[in-house]
């Protein structure tokens, strides 16, 4: 066997000074006779991936739906993007989270909504440390994984959030400001700076590394390939003609996320000058469409990697009344879902919800991109894009806006609408993931059984 053709490990890192850049699936790196078994191998190596892509303050509902008539789909304005991807996707209706209703506790839709989005469970309304809802799902799933990936799973968002103080009507900012919880008494915050998850992704620094010396070493990089260059070069004469391509694309890949993140940091850090604002680091990037992309990116650039199975993206926090200026709309999410009926207010909201569907197709057709072997990363992740809210200005919690895409490994046939018996637990599909995965539980959260439909004719 020619040098060129050496196995090596499925999980193989290029090495330099507090740095482990992990590599993609390439055929050069799969066991035994890689040229001829490597892609037969492909599904069977591709581990399943799991990510839930959660949305604030529900969606105008009247402008969302998918007709079927004489063979054609017709979409409304705010889904009209999904047709791009629609036989990737499973469009699915009729899921409730019946413990996101007040069920005797008065006001606080949006703080329930987000607590009981991924645990099924009712939060107990306090404003104080006596904070308490369930374990969420994508933390059960994690047990599947344990020990196999680097980090066990990964919390990603866009908008800082407050762990105690009243955020809405009584209920606790935590509720509002997490969708990931370890304990019912636990919830995961997420990390809200592309800068720090990239880090944490490829920069583990040597053992006994003081802050400072870290912090030093941080600012001296001016790239994380700078560090792994000679690594890279012995990598490069190992590999095989057609992965050499594939390690030269993601190797520029690495180095475009980088500048983006510089470019972003750069652009964040006049636009608060101008504005006068307070340079503390939690601060959210000002550039929301480029925030979100970029998260985004580290999060396929993380399941490529295999570094983690399960990631958890509050788009925004609950109740967020952020704007959109790249969609020169000025006014607050939150206001403007709160509409009663003003056709302006409206249209705002419909075209901040086709805005949120164009980026998921947008991550949806980037994993499509992402190939290994004969098969995409699509085809192994599932994908659960929504909000535990149904229409915003009504903040009822039936038939919520939820749409599934990818396969998950032959778990989900997708190209279809999937119309649920009405108030069908939302937990049932939780259930099915959780067992899917091999967990032996029999419920999660208030669910019935597992959910009907995610295979044809099922």
């Known amino acids: 066997m020619s040098p060129q053709s050496q196995p090596m490990a499925r999980r193989t890192f290029l090495r330099g000074m507090g740095t482990a850049l992990a590599l993609p699936w390439l055929e050069s790196l799969m066991p035994g006779n890689w040229m001829s078994q490597a892609v037969a191998a492909a599904p069977s ?26 063979g054609q789909r017709h979409f409304s304005s705010s889904l009209k993007p999904l047709e791009k991807v629609f036989e990737d996707v499973l469009f699915v209706r009729g899921l409730t989270h019946r413990n996101a209703q007040a069920l005797g506790d008065g006001p606080g839709d949006h703080a329930r909504s987000s607590a009981c989005f991924l645990t099924g469970a009712h939060p107990y309304k306090t404003s104080g440390a006596d904070i308490r809802s369930g374990i969420s799902i994508d933390q059960v799933l994690v047990r599947k994984s344990a020990g196999e990936t680097l980090i066990p799973s990964l919390q990603l968002g866009t908008e800082g959030g407050r762990q105690s103080g009243n955020c809405d009507s ?51 990089r001016s790239s994380i390939l700078d560090f792994v260059r000679e690594d890279a070069a012995r990598m490069q004469k190992k590999l095989g003609q057609a992965d050499r391509g594939r390690f030269d694309e993601f190797l520029s890949g690495i180095r475009d996320l980088e500048r983006r993140i510089d470019r972003l940091e750069e652009l964040d850090a006049l636009e608060k000058q101008e504005q006068g604002l307070a340079q503390f680091e939690d601060l959210s990037p000002a550039n929301y469409q480029e925030h979100l992309r970029l998260m985004n990116e ?48 409206i ?53 919520l ?42 419920q999660f959260g208030d669910s019935q059984g597992v959910l009907k439909g995610l295979k044809s004719g099922s």
């Not at 892509?53 to 969302?64: A, E, S, Y």
């Not at 570094?307 to 952020?322: A, D």
């Not at 072997?373 to 659960?384: A, C, K, R």
């Open 401 to 442: 806006p939820v749409i599934i895409a990818g396969q998950g490994n032959g778990l989900i046939d997708t190209g279809r609408i999937l119309h649920t018996p009405n108030r069908t637990p939302m937990c049932n599909l939780f259930l099915s993931l959780a067992q899917a995965e091999g967990q032996k539980i029999a």
């Open 45 to 70: 190596a591709s581990p399943r991936r799991t990510a839930f892509l959660f949305i604030p303050n529900g969606v105008h509902m009247p402008d969302w739906h998918i007709h079927e008539k004489d």
């Open 170 to 220: 009584g209920y606790s900012c935590a509720y509002s400001s997490n969708i990931a919880w370890a304990q019912p008494d636990r919830p995961i915050p997420h990390e809200i700076q592309p800068r720090r998850v990239f880090e944490r992704l490829f920069l583990k620094g040597p053992a006994g590394e003081t802050a400072a010396a870290r912090q030093i070493r941080i600012q001296r």
């Open 298 to 345: 580290l999060m396929l650039l993380a399941f490529r990697l295999d570094l983690t199975r399960v990631i958890t993206f509050m788009w925004s926090n609950e109740g967020s009344n952020r704007a959109h200026p790249h969609l020169d709309i000025r006014e607050g999410h939150h206001i403007l879902t709160h509409h009663k009926g003003n056709e302006e207010q």
């Open 347 to 399: 249209e705002r909201v419909k075209k901040i919800n086709h805005w949120q569907v164009s980026e998921f197709v947008r991550v949806v057709e980037r994993m499509k991109q992402i190939r290994e072997g004969e098969h995409s990363l699509l085809d192994s992740t599932t994908l659960v894009f929504g909000s535990a809210i149904s229409d915003g200005n009504r903040h009822n919690h039936d038939d």
